[in-house]
């Protein structure tokens, strides 16, 4: 059983950083994602990477300012968070999958985390 945990988040001032880091165990995974939902709204796609961190895709939103990355050896990925925005308040959660790569739909994930609460307050 795939079991993902994620740390890093956090209450941080506009323009400041946050990493979040998400240690996976118990399976074979193809990606991992990273999805956010703020109150109110449905959870969004971030950023996702393959299993060898071969390809990476970001969400309009974020790209420049969000990196994905992976360490293997580890079995975790990070969300290195810059710039960071008031609208970038939410929960964010950590996904995997063993089916695709380059997955931006929630529906191609089979595991997430519990999620880690990010607000960037004005």
């Known amino acids: 059983q795939v079991q993902l945990v994620e740390s890093g988040g956090g209450l941080v001032r506009a323009g400041d950083s946050l990493r979040l880091s998400c240690a996976a165990s118990?399976?074979?995974?193809?990606?991992y994602g990273w999805f956010r939902q703020a109150p109110g709204k449905e959870r969004e796609f971030v950023a996702t990477?393959?299993?060898?961190?071969?390809?990476?895709y970001y969400a309009n939103s974020v790209k420049g300012r969000f990196t994905i990355s992976s360490d293997n050896a580890k079995n975790t990925v990070f969300l290195q968070m810059n710039s960071l925005k008031p609208e970038d308040t939410a929960v964010y959660y950590c996904?995997?999958?063993?089916?695709?790569?380059?997955?931006?739909?929630?529906?191609?994930?089979?595991?997430w985390g519990q999620g880690t609460q990010v607000t960037v307050s004005s």
């Open positions: 996904a995997a999958t063993g089916r695709f790569i380059g997955a931006v739909r929630r529906s191609d994930y089979d595991y």
């Open positions: 118990g399976g074979t995974l193809s990606s």
């Open positions: 990477i393959s299993w060898n961190g071969g390809s990476m």
